[in-house]
């Protein structure tokens, strides 16, 4: 008889222990993997935007206990939805998600094309999609209901990004109110936000100042876009139609596109926007007018104050009061931050004690009326956030609250009889007395924001 020795029959108990512990591992490996990652949330992964996915996706519940983690065995993927946190780049989240550094490094250069992350704010949200292996299926940036990227791994090893269509509901609404004690106030009444009665107000701005010539029972009306989405109010749009009935007068506004650039003009065809804004700022409160003679609040003596102030919260935007062109910005004494422009006509205008100024504002550079210069501040020699605005013709100062408002355009022919056509559906609507009604919805798809969005 034939005996086995030991190590004849090594070979036999090698490949019996590898058949064993493959099998002991395999199921060791699933029940890891349905420990690791249980529903924390019901997700639907169809029309999700997702994200890179981590290497080490074992420890991103326990690292991470906000992220809504699901798996997808018919999709053979998990979905990570998370969001920036206070004081964190997106780069560190991805990080905090155990996320391997080559793939992080590659998402942040390919999104980084399209997305400046230097800008971006926590809660803003990010979804990545992993394949078992590890490996980035997808993942979604959205900074903002409008701004929504989409990167993707392609066939070559190389990643793909693309900008996501969104779908809204655009409404086209009419608004009425009565002002009781500012228009401010009816605004708010009548739910609208700040952004909203600061374009109204900014409409008439040639023509009605709304902290002096506003009294009780004054009524203002307004069409206007709005956008939402899922019924959630996502911000406004352009202002269709304007019109306010009060003690100084009765004005209406229709926007018309002229040469391709959109201005209001009233019923008549006479555009709205004139040689002058009656003032800088849309809404304000007047401390001190024009004088010869005035006691300084801080140096204490008697001298010339050729401008107005216009007292308004700090950050209030500043806008150009005519077309023209930066004479000086920067630092000048007593004013502080002040922007000088030069128009045509041999004016100039001044804007003084602001806190900031406006994107591109440059010596040289051309502005339009209306463009915002800068913010209100308290710059320089100031009791407090104001602006010091003033206006010197042919180099004497005037009073700005004095100078003749003449209309920049006025339709006339063809041109006047289409605006004419073009208007008279909408002003029919001023006819109804309702404080809210819904004209029209439609359903549109944008990517990036929508036209005339006003915030």
């Not at 080559?102 to 809660?123: A, D, K, M, V």
């Not at 409008?146 to 969104?166: C, G, R």
């Not at 003679?293 to 216009?310: A, E, F, M, Q, T």
Request: proline fraction near 5%; charged fraction near 25%.
């Amino acid at each position: 008889m034939k005996f086995f020795r030991p190590r004849d029959l090594a070979p036999f108990v090698v490949f019996f222990c590898c058949v064993e512990g493959a099998s002991f591992l395999g199921e060791g490996l699933r029940k890891t993997l349905d420990e690791t990652f249980p529903s924390i949330h019901s997700v639907s992964c169809e029309g999700l935007n997702p994200s890179p996915p981590p290497n080490l996706v074992s420890s991103l519940v326990s690292s991470a206990p906000d992220p809504l983690v699901h798996k997808d065995p018919l999709e053979k993927e998990t979905v990570i939805q998370d969001a920036l946190r206070t004081g964190e780049t997106f780069s560190q989240a991805l990080a905090r998600l155990q996320l391997d550094y080559s793939i992080r490094e590659s998402i942040i250069e390919s999104l980084s094309r399209h997305i400046n992350f230097r800008t971006c704010r926590p809660g803003e949200r990010f979804t990545l999609a992993i394949d078992y292996a590890g490996q980035l299926l997808r993942c979604t940036y959205e900074r903002n209901p409008f701004e929504i990227y989409t990167l993707k791994s392609a066939d070559d090893e190389s990643y793909q990004v693309s900008k996501e269509p969104v779908h809204l509901d655009k409404e086209v609404v009419k608004i009425s109110g009565t002002i009781e004690d500012s228009l401010f106030d009816a605004f708010h009444r009548a739910g609208m936000s700040d952004r909203l009665v600061t374009a109204y107000a900014r409409i008439f701005s040639s023509r009605i100042d709304f902290n002096r010539e506003v009294r009780g029972g004054d009524r203002f009306s307004l069409v206007f876009e709005r956008f939402s989405q899922e019924g959630s109010l996502l911000g406004y749009g352009r202002i269709l139609a304007a019109k306010f009935e009060g003690a100084s007068g009765e004005y209406e506004a229709y926007l018309h596109t002229v040469d391709g650039e959109d201005r209001y003009f009233d019923g008549s065809g006479k555009d709205l926007a004139s040689s002058f804004l009656r003032s800088p700022l849309p809404v304000f409160r007047i401390t001190s007018s024009f004088s010869n003679s005035r006691l300084h609040p801080i140096l204490g003596v008697h001298r010339p104050h050729h401008g107005i102030d216009l007292a308004a919260p700090i950050g209030t935007p500043v806008m150009a009061a005519a077309d023209g062109s930066v004479e000086y910005v920067g630092w000048q004494r007593g004013y502080g931050r002040i922007v000088i422009l030069k128009h045509a006509g041999g004016y100039e205008t001044y804007y003084a004690h602001l806190s900031r100024f406006g994107t591109g504002i440059k010596k040289g550079a051309h502005v339009k009326q209306g463009q915002v210069i800068g913010g209100v501040g308290a710059s320089g020699l100031a009791t407090g956030p104001h602006l010091d605005y003033r206006v010197k013709q042919n180099g004497t100062f005037v009073d700005p609250l004095k100078i003749e408002a003449l209309p920049r355009t006025v339709l006339a022919g063809a041109a006047r009889q289409k605006f004419l056509a073009e208007t008279k559906q909408i002003a029919q609507l001023f006819m109804d007395d309702a404080p809210v009604r819904v004209v029209r919805v439609e359903n549109i798809t944008v990517k990036g924001y929508p036209k005339g969005w006003a915030g």
